[in-house]
């Protein structure tokens, strides 16, 4: 039987959070819930969804980094926008990242996130060496 691994990239946002960054069983990542923050866990790009939406994506690529994954390997995002009229800025850094759109999404509007100022999350899975 696989192991549930805890996927830890070493910020101190990380070790105060209450709950892992990720998780991995087998080849199969689950990345909770990334927002706009860095390691230390101050807010980037307050008001800016692109500033947050790069953010997010950059902390979701650091993090599979951990167990040797990549963007390439992420087979489904489930993402939160707290104003779906920026969805527009969040899709444009998504294409950037994504350019082959090779993964499962979907979007929901949320009206609120965990804290003020926070205008988009993004949770990710992801399989070890698939998109290689």
């Given at each position: 039987?696989?192991?549930k691994i805890v996927l830890d990239p070493g910020w101190p946002r990380a070790k105060k959070s209450g709950f892992?960054?990720?998780?991995?069983?087998?080849?199969?990542i689950y990345v909770a819930g990334q927002v706009a923050q860095d390691p230390d866990g101050k807010l980037v790009g307050?008001?800016?969804?692109?500033a947050q939406a790069r953010q997010v994506f950059a902390n979701i690529r650091d993090i599979l980094a951990v167990a040797g994954a990549t963007m390439h390997d992420v087979v489904k995002i489930t993402t939160?926008?707290?104003d779906m009229g920026r969805y527009g800025d969040y899709n444009a850094v998504r294409a950037e990242v994504f350019p082959k759109?090779?993964?499962a999404s979907a979007t929901i509007a949320a009206p609120t996130l965990v804290r003020?100022?926070?205008?988009v999350e993004v949770e990710a899975i992801a399989v070890v060496g698939c998109g290689a």
């Amino acid at each position: 039987m696989a192991k549930k691994i805890v996927l830890d990239p070493g910020w101190p946002r990380a070790k105060k959070s209450g709950f892992a960054m990720a998780t991995q069983v087998g080849e199969t990542i689950y990345v909770a819930g990334q927002v706009a923050q860095d390691p230390d866990g101050k807010l980037v790009g307050q008001g800016d969804m692109t500033a947050q939406a790069r953010q997010v994506f950059a902390n979701i690529r650091d993090i599979l980094a951990v167990a040797g994954a990549t963007m390439h390997d992420v087979v489904k995002i489930t993402t939160y926008v707290t104003d779906m009229g920026r969805y527009g800025d969040y899709n444009a850094v998504r294409a950037e990242v994504f350019p082959k759109a090779q993964m499962a999404s979907a979007t929901i509007a949320a009206p609120t996130l965990v804290r003020d100022g926070f205008l988009v999350e993004v949770e990710a899975i992801a399989v070890v060496g698939c998109g290689a």
